[in-house]
């Protein structure tokens, strides 16, 4: 029986525990879904909810050169705060979807365990955007199983209200001034 259970967890056979939240780090019901939303204790993968704030989503009007600019800083700022005081980073990425629960989600999978702890614990007492800042360890280990293919070939059907991330892209250049030397696995 416990091998069963073991081989379920956090699929969609699972009764008890929330698939989309095992796998996505999120869920679109939140605190009111029937299912366990399980915080782990230790990850390497560090949540920052709805931290980018996409300026095409406000009252003004920006071009698109200047949101993707707005964005390249924002991901650079953040990238380099987080590696510089926290530990290296395997891997980071921040989603464009517009459901609230992935709205402005960055995703950060440091390379140790106490590192993304070090984050949470920092990153719970500051404030970005004159917003306070909300982190925590996220169940997500697979970036590949969180992201949404049909978004990546351009067929998602769901639009920007998918239950699986839609990762807002960097370019080449950055990616390379960002993760150096080290294999960055482009396909997330």
């Known amino acids: 029986m416990a091998e069963y259970l073991a081989s379920i967890f956090g699929t969609e056979k699972d009764k008890v525990n929330c698939a989309f939240y095992h796998k996505i780090g999120a869920c679109r019901h939140g605190d009111q879904c029937s299912r366990l939303h399980n915080k782990p204790t230790f990850s390497q993968t560090v949540m920052l909810q709805n931290l980018y704030q996409n300026p095409t989503r406000g ?4 071009s698109p050169e200047e949101e993707q600019s707005h964005f390249e800083e924002f991901f650079e700022d953040v990238f380099i705060e987080c590696e510089e005081k926290y530990g290296p980073i395997e891997k980071m990425h921040v989603c464009d979807n517009l459901g609230d629960h992935l709205i402005g989600n960055v995703y950060i999978k ?3 365990e106490e590192d993304a702890e070090k984050a949470v614990q920092s990153l719970n007492n500051r404030w970005f955007n004159a917003q306070p800042v909300r982190a925590e360890l996220s169940p997500v280990t697979n ?3 969180a992201c949404c293919h049909q978004f990546d070939v351009g067929q998602c059907g769901r639009g920007g209200f998918c239950n699986f991330w839609h990762i807002k892209p960097i370019p080449h250049k950055l990616r390379r001034f960002l993760y150096g030397g080290q294999k ?3 396909d997330h």
């Open 59 to 62: 009252i003004t009007t920006v």
């Open 110 to 112: 440091f390379r140790f």
């Open 143 to 145: 970036f590949k199983e």
């Open 184 to 186: 960055y696995d482009y």
